[in-house]
């Protein structure tokens, strides 16, 4: 047995044109990686051209009978950085975040940069009251609150359950 019985290669003949599946497999650690890491806010570590790059929100959703309810999770930003918008039942929230620290000490000097976009969109199963939607921001969290309407509230019908022979 040689190097080449143990490499998997794809259907078709080895040669020009051909890719072995371990350089796939390569490409996909190196993702599964860069994508870890970029979980965490920090920086693309494969392929990264230190540009601005998008980063991932931690949303909770919720529903109640009168509304629906959405906690967006925005660490180091402010309401200034956030956009909300609600058109043909799609909630979106949209921000970018630009931090920049400097530190100047005896012997030491260092400049830290964080950037970076995001854009997540909710389409919401029933009609809304646009004219009661309400957002807040504290502390890096959001919460909107977006109302039924009345119509949407009477469509939901407690069903009772009982017991099966």
Known sequence: MNLRDLTPWHHGKAGAGSTPAISELHREV???FDDFWRGFGGPSLFGGNGSAMAFDVRVDTSEDD??????????????KDVEVTFADNMLTISGEKKEEKEVKEENVHRRERSFGSFRRSFTLPSEVDEAKIAATFKDGVMTIDLPKSKTAQKK???ITISRGK
């Open 66 to 79: 009168k509304a629906y309810h959405v906690t967006a999770e925005l660490p180091g930003m402010s309401e």
């Open 156 to 158: 939901a019908k407690k």
């Open 30 to 32: 190196d993702r599964v």
